[in-house]
C-alpha cells in the first residue's frame, strides 16, 4: 500500500459519530507509509469533546486490514480544529460558536449549567467565554468566585475613529463578563427592555473576546427581550434547554423550546439538571422525545454542585477527583458534537428574524 492508497483507505471509513466519511468531513490530515511499512495518520477532529476517538482508531485499523491483510496497526494519533459558522463577524466578533442556555422558569440551575458547560469545554482545551445576560439575576460572578471591575480601554480602529473597548474578566482561564462585575452585590436592575438591548449589544460588539471556540451565554429565565435582542445581533450555534424532571418545569421548558423555534435559533437539545431521587429522573428525556430534540444528558442532584457553587469554584467541578466529572463531561460532549451535526446539516447561515 502507498500513500495514495492508503489515504484513500482512511478517507473512506464513516466517522463513528457523524456518520460520514472522514474523507467528506475533511478530518484526514495526512496518511503516509513509512518505509519500514508503519502507516501513520493524523485525523483533526470537529472539537477536542469528541468522545470516544479509540473507535475512530479502531475502524480505520480494520479498513486497513481489509485492505492489506496482515498489516500492523497503523500509528493514529489526533488534532483537533473547531469549526463553526462564526456569524457575529457582523458586529466584530472572532468567535466560533456561540451558545445560549435558557429555561422556560427560574430556579432549574440554569446558571450552574452554563458555568459547568463552559469550564468543561475548556477543560477538553477549547478556548471558552462566559457572558451573563441575566441582567436582573447575575450569579456567574459568584459561581466563578469572580470578581473586580472589568478595566475600559480606549482604541482607535482601522478607520482612525476612537471606541471603547471592555476587557473580560479572567478567571482560570475563561473569559467572562457579567453586569454583577459592575454594581453591589445588594443593588437591583430595573430596567425596561432598550436598555437591556443597549447593554447586551455593549457585552457582545464592544467587548474584546477575542478569538474564541465558544461563547456561553447565561440567559435570564423565560422567553422575553434578550432572547430576541440576540437572534437580532448574531446567529447562535443554538440554544441549550435546562429543566429539571418535574411536570411544571418540563411546561416551562416546552415554551422556551417554540421561543427559540420563533425567533429561528436552533434547539441543541434539553439537559435534565437535578435528577435524582428527590423530583425524579426521566422527564426531560421523555419530553426531548415528544419534541423532536436530542436529549444531551443528566446531571445529577448532589450536594457536591451545591457545595462548590455556593463557595464560588465551580472551576473545580471537572478536577480528578470530582464524583460528577464523567457525567458532566459526557453532557458538554453531546452538546459539542450536537454544535458539530447541526453544522454539518445547515452549512449556511440561518436567516434570523423576530416574528
Known sequence: MNDSELRHCVESVADPELGQSLGKLNMVKQATIS???????????PTPAYPGRERIEAAINAAIQRHSGDAADANVTFG???????????????????IAV???KGGVGKSTTATMLAYGLKSFGAKVGLMDADVYGPSIPHLCGASGEPAVDEVTDAAGNRMQRIQPIDKDGLKLLSIGFMIKA????????????????????????????Y???????????????????????????????????????????????????????????????????????????????PFL??????????????????????????PVREELLGVCQNIAMQIARQLLDSPALPTLEVL
Open 35 to 45: 518505509d519500514a511499512g508503519v502507516a501513520s495518520i493524523e485525523i483533526e477532529l
Open 80 to 98: 483537533w480544529k473547531v469549526k463553526g459558522k462564526e456569524t457575529g463577524g457582523k458586529i466584530g466578533l472572532r468567535i466560533k460558536n456561540v
Open 102 to 104: 435558557g429555561s422556560g
Open 186 to 213: 445588594d443593588q437591583a436592575v430595573v430596567w425596561r427592555g432598550p436598555m437591556l438591548h443597549k447593554l447586551l449589544t455593549q457585552f457582545l460588539a464592544q467587548t474584546e473576546w477575542g478569538e474564541l471556540d
Open 215 to 293: 461563547l456561553i451565554i447565561d440567559l435570564p429565565p423565560g422567553t422575553g427581550d434578550v432572547s430576541l435582542t440576540l437572534s437580532q445581533l448574531l446567529g447562535l450555534a443554538g440554544a441549550v434547554i435546562v429543566c429539571t424532571p418535574q411536570k411544571v418545569a418540563l411546561l416551562d421548558a416546552v415554551k422556551a423550546i417554540s421561543m427559540f423555534g420563533q425567533v429561528n435559533i436552533p434547539v441543541l437539545g434539553i439537559v435534565e439538571n437535578m435528577s435524582g431521587e428527590i423530583f425524579g429522573r426521566g422527564g426531560a428525556k421523555d419530553q426531548a422525545g415528544k419534541s423532536g430534540i
Open 297 to 322: 444528558g443528566e446531571v445529577p442532584i448532589t450536594a457536591y454542585i451545591r457545595e462548590l457553587g455556593d463557595a464560588g469554584r465551580m472551576s473545580e467541578i471537572f478536577n480528578e477527583d470530582s
